[in-house]
T-cell receptor
Framework: EAGVAQSPRYKIIEKRQSVAFWCNPI?????LYWYQQILGQGPKLLIQ????????DSQLPKDRFSAERLKGVDSTLKIQPAKLEDSAVYLC?????????????FGPGTRLTVL | EDQVTQSPEALRLQEGESSSLNCSYT??????LFWYRQDPGKGPEFLFT???AGEEKEKERLKATLTKKESFLHITAPKPEDSATYLC???????????FGKGTRLHILP
């Protein structure tokens, strides 16, 4: 079974530039999550989708971050404009249906460096 | 406020030296507690889910236990390949939000 795919794996940009990350979840998984993991910290949930609808985006900085999941499969996370404090690993995860304590499967992440 | 605290932050053990990692949590109502392993440059890998106090789960050299306030991840006779960061997360039953701790970096010396 193929895992969660993410691209790019690494990205270096200057502050105030824009960047986008892509995620392809495990086939058949209805729920998709984007997390931000700052060095030395645990992952922090940014947004959760159930199919193509948003379930929770309470911790997404909406003035600069946006995410979409068209057709309920792939997802993109965008940052515009980036700030120095956005330097982190952005993890995508998926689960079968997101209900209860459904197991989340994580992708390898995209490491973003903002200079 | 829901909170997860893991200790120690880092732990170095000799191969074969058993030990335990701690995850203390504060949550209004626990739906589940999760343990993940994270290798450098990779995403977290699921290990266990625990649901209620007194529950235990095992996988190879790892055993996870749960009380009403904390969980332990016991590592028996570890090997160098067990070196990783171990993350604990809790899910609250009132809103299903998942909160991760900062993790424990475990290094097993050969």
């Amino acid at each position: 079974e193929a895992g969660v795919a993410q691209s790019p794996r690494y990205k270096i940009i200057e502050k105030r530039q824009s960047v986008a990350f892509w995620c392809n979840p495990i086939s058949g998984h209805a729920t998709l999550y984007w997390y931000q993991q700052i060095l030395g910290q645990g992952p922090k949930l940014l947004i959760q989708f159930q199919n193509n609808g948003v379930v929770d985006d309470s911790q997404l900085p909406k003035d600069r971050f946006s995410a979409e999941r068209l057709k309920g499969v792939d997802s993109t996370l965008k940052i515009q404009p980036a700030k120095l404090e956005d330097s982190a690993v952005y993890l995508c995860a998926s689960s079968l249906d997101g209900g209860g304590t459904d197991t989340q499967y994580f992708g390898p992440g995209t490491r973003l460096t903002v200079l | 406020e829901d909170q997860v605290t893991q200790s120690p932050e880092a732990l170095r053990l000799q191969e074969g030296e058993s030990s335990s990692l701690n995850c203390s949590y504060t949550v209004s109502g626990l739906r589940g507690l999760f343990w993940y392993r994270q290798d450098p440059g990779k995403g977290p890998e699921f290990l266990f889910t625990l649901y209620s106090a007194g529950e235990e789960k095992e996988k190879e050299r790892l055993k996870a236990t749960l009380t009403k306030k904390e969980s332990f991840l016991h590592i028996t006779a570890p090997k160098p390949e067990d070196s990783a960061t171990y993350l604990c997360a809790v899910q609250a039953d009132r809103d299903d939000k998942i909160i991760f701790g900062k993790g424990t970096r475990l290094h097993i010396l050969p």
